[in-house]
């Protein structure tokens, strides 16, 4: 799985905001706080706010926050808003995919490896992560020898 740019900006937003909740935080706060460009972080905080996961309050005391409390948001939500769906084959879902000859089984990798994130992602809340308590399964995965291993 490749997280671009926008999802770790959407990531980092939302915790900042989550962080804050329920209070509002400008752009401009979560920018610097978070060390991002502003006018990226203006477009996907338009994004969250379209898929209901933060809202705007214009004015001078105006801002952003989380539309839900953050034990509420999960990580996978915040990313599908940004990103799209979590796991694609060739712009395909992976249960979409289909295969001749040697390859006809890939398509049963290919959902075990999006059931796999999903696993991580819709199961970890902004609040989990800025308390530093993972759930234990995902907390197992970090801890196994080769998790903080390039490949």
């Known amino acids: 799985m490749q997280i671009s740019a926008r ?15 329920p209070r509002l935080l400008s752009t401009q706060a979560i920018a610097a706080e978070q060390d991002m460009p502003r006018k990226f972080l203006e477009a996907v ?18 801002g952003y926050t989380l539309a ?10 915040v990313l599908r808003a940004v990103e799209g769906p979590l796991a694609g084959v060739r712009g395909l879902r992976p249960e979409e995919t289909r295969y001749e000859g040697a390859a006809e089984n890939l398509p049963g990798l290919w959902v075990a490896v999006r ?4 696993r ?7 609040a989990e ?7 234990a399964h995902v907390r197992r995965l970090t801890a196994l020898p080769d998790a903080w291993e390039p490949r």
Do not use: C, H, N, W
């Open 115 to 118: 059931a796999a994130v999903r």
């Open 7 to 21: 999802g770790d900006y959407a990531v980092r937003a939302a915790l900042s905001l989550a962080t804050a909740y």
């Open 68 to 77: 839900r409390p953050p034990r509420e948001v999960t990580v996978g939500a």
């Open 45 to 62: 905080l338009a994004d969250l706010r379209r898929a209901g996961i933060v809202r705007a309050q214009r004015g001078a005391e105006g």
């Open 129 to 135: 992560i800025i308390s530093g308590r993972l759930p």
């Open 120 to 126: 991580v992602v819709d199961e970890v809340s902004l």
